[in-house]
């Protein structure tokens, strides 16, 4: 079916570099369709990846087109958090941040629009394991989703927050990097979402352009001087991409960052920015820029008045059965254990205190009566002690393990232990003398029977 693409957006993008009308409607009324993913470094490779790749995205490193969408619900592999559906221009960002930041330094990066985590998973792939990412998400529904997804990439330096880009101001000069994915009007994703064309509207344009520059001006002081600011979005219009750089540099003392492209790639530099259009790419429209802030301190002194809870000598003892403490500091609140690196627990504290934190760290487990009550974190993360028991699983019993269904599997033992498929870890049972206890979470869980 021939995409309606809205006439006006097509005449306000007459005359914006690299736009081509004719081939523009062309590819929208193609019905070509890209599926593109991202691996997970902490847990496979190419070598042991089972998707049906078709080729390598050439500005990401673990990133790959497949030659036809499977139905990732019903891959393990997928829940196992092996990999992420990401579409294939956004992952641009991995170029922009490799050739803006020294990412062997340890960095303070904030991810301000973040959910439902494509981005954030990435950055944090990049990142060095001395490096804090905070992962924002404004609204706390999808905050939630935010949380799930980054601990099912198995990572232990990120904090979820659900703030306003408001709040991040009180951070004046913290951040070495933040990156702004800004809500837009949607014109880029208009031939993987059609029912985004009947959304779009000039008005919009305007209203996504206002917020845009609210959500810059908010977080700017957060940035410490030469820190970088990378600013994209998912729409065709100028109002909310060349405009937005213009505004930038106007309004505060930021340079634009130039980044190298190969040609190859089709992706068009713009004043200030670079744009991805379908009819060049492989991938779906698309603008990025970056900018580097030239004024503010160098850093900003933190401090913090109290000290997250920690666990006595016993609770530390229980809880090292379960999580190799090498590296690691725990902090607990109510009953519920957080791993955390060591070397920012002073960072870690401070934000806390600073911020809405929904989640940090690896939650550990639960800590009832002497005894850890492992969390689905843990399961999903790579600090689990050694020597934890292990069931390896077929396809048809990990789909009834993530349906959350009762189990009739053969136990290696009795008690907690690590369900897992192709060597990669599902989450928690607990084998009863008479029955198997899922311990999947139940807001994860696939709803679907086939």
């Known amino acids: 079916m021939s995409l309606q693409l809205p006439v006006l957006l097509l005449d306000a993008l007459e005359g914006v570099k690299g736009f081509d009308r004719v081939a523009f409607e062309k590819i929208h009324a193609s019905g070509e369709q890209i599926t593109s993913v991202r691996l997970n470094p902490l847990k496979v490779s190419i070598v042991n990846c089972q998707l049906p790749i078709a080729g390598s995205i050439p500005w990401a ?27 294939a221009s956004s992952m641009f960002l991995e170029q922009a941040i490799t050739q803006t930041v020294d990412l062997s330094k340890p960095l303070k990066v904030l991810d301000l629009c973040a959910s439902p985590g494509g981005k954030s998973t990435h950055i944090q792939s990049l990142l060095s394991k ?59 994703l208009f031939r993987r979402d059609p029912e985004a064309i009947g959304e779009w509207s000039e008005n919009n344009v305007q209203l996504c352009s206002q917020r845009q ?3 810059l001006a908010d977080c700017w002081p957060a940035l410490k001087k030469g820190g970088v600011l990378i600013y994209s979005t998912c729409s065709y219009s100028e109002e909310e991409d060349e405009q937005i750089v213009k505004w930038m540099k106007d309004s505060f003392d930021a340079t634009d960052l130039p980044l190298t492209i190969d040609e190859e790639w089709g992706i068009m530099k713009s004043s200030g920015g670079y744009r991805f259009w379908p009819d060049k790419v492989k991938g779906e429209g698309f603008f990025i820029a970056c900018f580097q802030k030239n004024d503010g301190d160098e850093d900003m002194e933190t401090w913090y008045k109290k000290k997250p809870g920690s666990l006595t000598k016993k609770e530390k003892e229980v809880v090292e059965k379960w999580v190799d403490p090498s590296g690691k500091t725990f902090i607990k609140y109510a009953d519920t254990v957080y791993a955390w690196p060591e070397n920012l627990l002073h960072d870690g504290s401070f934000l806390l205190e600073k911020l809405r934190v929904i989640y940090s760290g690896v939650v550990a487990g639960e800590l009832v009566r002497d005894k850890l009550i492992p969390g689905h974190a843990l399961a999903m993360s790579t600090i689990m002690a050694a020597g934890i028991n292990r069931t390896e699983l077929n396809t048809e019993q990990a789909i009834r393990y993530l349906q959350r269904k009762d189990m009739f599997i053969e136990a290696n033992q009795k008690g907690w232990q690590l369900v897992m498929y192709e060597q990669q870890p599902l989450g928690w049972i607990n084998a009863l003398p008479n029955r198997i206890n899922n311990y999947y979470p139940k807001e994860l869980r696939i709803l679907k029977d086939s």
């Open 130 to 188: 001395d490096s804090w990412l905070v992962s924002n998400e404004v609204i706390r529904s999808r905050a939630n989703v935010l949380k799930d997804n980054m601990i099912k990439w198995g990572c232990e330096n990120v904090i979820v927050t659900n703030n306003d880009p408001a709040n991040f101001s009180q951070l004046e000069n913290y951040f070495d990097l933040i990156v702004v994915d800004a809500p837009c009007s949607g014109s880029g």
């Open 213 to 215: 520059q609210r959500i």
């Open 61 to 87: 490193k673990h990133a790959f087109y497949l030659m036809e969408r499977p139905s990732f619900t019903f891959d393990p592999l997928f829940h196992a958090g092996c990999y992420y559906v990401q579409e």
